[in-house]
């Protein structure tokens, strides 16, 4: 294994080293080549290829097949990164099926480690998966593959009772043996609790600058989205190309330049 491999022992030093971690949701070779050239440290094959490459309005149509695809794209240019990828909606509703998937996602697409949302209902979930040597990404706060439950792509935990639920459910994944959390769309002091609280990686999305590493939509962070949300960055307006975009996206993560105060809750 080459020595800048990103393994989970890895990104727990970087936490340890305060050390911030840079990931970028991915979907094919050529981007995924760019990815590792800058130093990002996280690829995440995600299911918002549904909505950014697939055009969907949610994510909730993309299948276990597309995640795939998409995946053993990555994964032909992807060496030091480590490979996320997404366990889309209903792939995992039960302990056996949400097995099922991530052998798939793993043996057919490559993936390092898959990624759930949710807390309690998928505790036991992690659990198998981690028992049978499956790194999980958990992922709480605004979960889009709720948005009909939730009513919305909203901001999660802004009163005491909901950020003490998410508090307490990121405790029970990292108990039940997840290796990483993404936190999105939360109130920036909940973000910074939440990272100070666990032993594992947080890896925040709209949840303010206290978070271990922060990810973003990479087409949203190259100014693709024509209504982008408020916590994101155009980084490709004066880089003067997509490597270079990505180039300061790391530096913008490493140094703490982003997000700034305007781009939290």
């Not at 056996?96 to 990624?115: D, I, N, T, W, Y």
């Not at 659990?127 to 009909?148: D, K, N, W, Y």
């Not at 004066?238 to 982003?258: M, N, P, T």
């Amino acid at each position: 294994m080459s020595s800048n491999k990103i393994t989970v022992t890895r990104l727990r030093e970087m936490k340890r080293d305060g050390r911030k971690i840079s990931c970028l949701t991915c979907y094919d070779a050529s981007f995924a080549r760019l990815m590792e050239q800058a130093g990002i440290e996280l690829l995440l094959v995600g299911d918002s290829l549904g909505m950014v490459v697939q055009g969907q309005s949610t994510t909730l149509p993309v299948s276990l097949d597309e995640m795939v695809y998409h995946a053993r794209n990555v994964a032909r240019a992807c060496h030091n990164p480590l490979l996320i990828v997404d366990l889309p909606f209903m792939s995992y509703a039960s302990p056996e099926q949400a097995l099922r998937s991530a052998a798939r996602l793993m043996q057919e697409g490559g993936a390092q480690m898959v990624k759930l949302e949710g807390g309690g209902p998928v505790l036991e979930s992690v659990r198998r998966m981690t028992e049978q040597g499956i790194p999980v990404c958990a992922h709480l706060g605004l979960l889009p593959q709720s948005v009909h439950k939730l009513g919305g792509y909203r901001v999660q935990g802004r009163d005491d009772v909901a950020a003490a639920r998410i508090l307490k459910e990121a405790y029970e994944l990292q108990e039940a043996g997840a290796d990483l959390l993404v936190l999105e769309c939360v109130p920036a002091s909940l973000g910074a609790e939440v990272s100070a609280t666990l032993e594992i990686p947080v890896i925040g999305i709209g949840a303010g600058s206290s978070c271990d590493g922060q990810v973003l939509v990479v087409y949203d962070m190259l100014g693709m989205n024509p209504n982008p949300a408020s916590f994101v960055r155009d980084f490709l307006g004066g880089a003067g190309s997509i490597e270079g975009a990505f180039q300061a996206y790391v530096a913008a993560v490493r140094d703490g330049g982003f997000p700034t105060l305007e781009q939290a809750f």
